[in-house]
């Protein structure tokens, strides 16, 4: 069996998965001593993983009946995330790997975010279009094989949808992490009651929110105060209904463009119900993970150290970590 750690943000995870994509376990201990400062402090999340780790593997091992003797391979998010929550996880996955001598398998996060398709019970076979929205990236791809050479066709050229989702929230009063809270809130509100802009006129299959976060803003000072506070429900679901539009076009296109005809979605944004209807509304074969598999979470990393290169031990003792997703997205 495999246990992958996951520190790349403010959830701590661990989770035993099988070879065949079984989840045995999937422990995830989400921090929340963050929202006080409307926003992720890289240190106080390195200094929780700290603490938290060892008794979530623990956790997970626990659960899955089994002990680090029954382990075959450790997996690992090696980037992109914070670095000093990274470290956390990495260093961890070392010390339990190279006690029993296991083998260590790295793995990037948005790997991850795609791999959560290929989990049983009803693992989703490439090739397919895989949307990948979360706080930190929002990218298409065109996933030919269950590894980490997926080719990103578009991304974002500004904020994250999961960001948008956030700096919506805070500018409508609502706690981080702001998505969940905003989809709440937009649930009592008309989506047509505002307009608000998805991208339409940006051509190709790139992202851009930085403009609808802005328009967010001018919208709720031009409505005054006390006015935004009494439609806050409504801005929400407009709000809410521009990212959704926008992500979907650019799918549209992606599919047109790359002529696939199978979509996968993934990320904390497919945790979103309005995100999820849409995608389902496209007319393609859809495959859309478990609301706590779209979000962080260790068994979607377990899944992808499946299909990468395994370091034997004691190779991975000087492994590093890395913030930025440059390694592997380049295929552009
Ligand atoms: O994938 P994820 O858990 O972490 C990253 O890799 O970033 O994504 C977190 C993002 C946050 O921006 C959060 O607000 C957003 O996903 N999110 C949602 C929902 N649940 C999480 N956005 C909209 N609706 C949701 N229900
Ligand atoms: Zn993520």
Same mark, same amino acid.
């Given at each position: 069996m495999i246990l992958a750690l996951e520190t790349s943000c403010d959830d701590t995870c661990a989770a035993v998965v099988t070879s065949? #994509?079984?989840?045995r376990s999937s422990v995830i201990s989400s921090q929340g001593v963050h929202d006080r400062f409307g926003g992720v402090v890289p240190e106080i999340a390195s200094r929780h993983h700290l603490e938290l780790i060892g008794d979530v593997v623990d956790d997970a091992l626990s659960q899955a009946g089994g002990s680090l003797p029954d382990v075959d391979l450790v997996g690992v998010?090696? +980037? %992109? *995330?914070l670095v000093a929550a990274l470290l956390v996880g990495v260093a961890t996955a070392k010390g339990l790997a190279a006690a029993y001598e296991l083998p260590l398998a790295p793995v990037d996060h948005l790997h991850g975010h795609v791999a959560a398709a290929f989990l049983a019970p009803e693992p989703f076979e490439p090739p397919f279009l895989s949307l990948v929205a979360s706080g930190g990236h929002t990218l298409l791809a065109r996933v030919l =094989?269950? /590894?980490?050479e997926f080719e990103v066709i578009g991304q974002t050229l500004d904020d994250a949808a999961g960001e948008a989702f956030d700096k919506g929230a805070r500018l409508l009063g609502l706690g981080y992490p702001g998505g969940p809270a905003l989809e709440r809130l937009a649930r =009592? +509100? =008309? %989506? *047509?009651a505002f307009r608000f802009p !998805? +991208?339409?006129?940006?051509? /190709?299959?790139d992202f851009s929110f930085a403009g609808l976060k802005t328009a967010l803003l001018y919208r709720v000072r031009d409505l005054g105060a006390e006015e935004a506070e009494r439609r806050r429900a409504d801005l929400a679901a407009s709000y809410q209904r521009a990212i959704v539009e926008s992500l979907a076009l650019r799918v549209e296109r992606a599919l047109v463009r790359t002529g696939l005809e199978r979509l996968s979605v993934g990320g #904390?944004? !497919?945790?979103?119900g309005a995100v999820r209807d849409r995608m389902a509304s496209l007319g393609v074969e859809l495959h859309v993970p478990a609301r706590e598999l779209c979000t962080d979470n260790a068994a979607m990393i377990a899944s992808a150290a499946r299909f990468v290169a395994a370091l034997p031990y004691p190779e991975y003792l000087d492994l590093d970590v890395y913030a930025t997703g440059e390694r592997i997205l380049m295929a552009r």
């Open positions: 065949a #994509g079984e989840i998010t090696r +980037g %992109p *995330g =094989d269950r /590894g980490a =009592d +509100g =008309d %989506p *047509g !998805a +991208g339409e006129r940006m051509a /190709g299959v #904390g944004v !497919a945790a979103n």
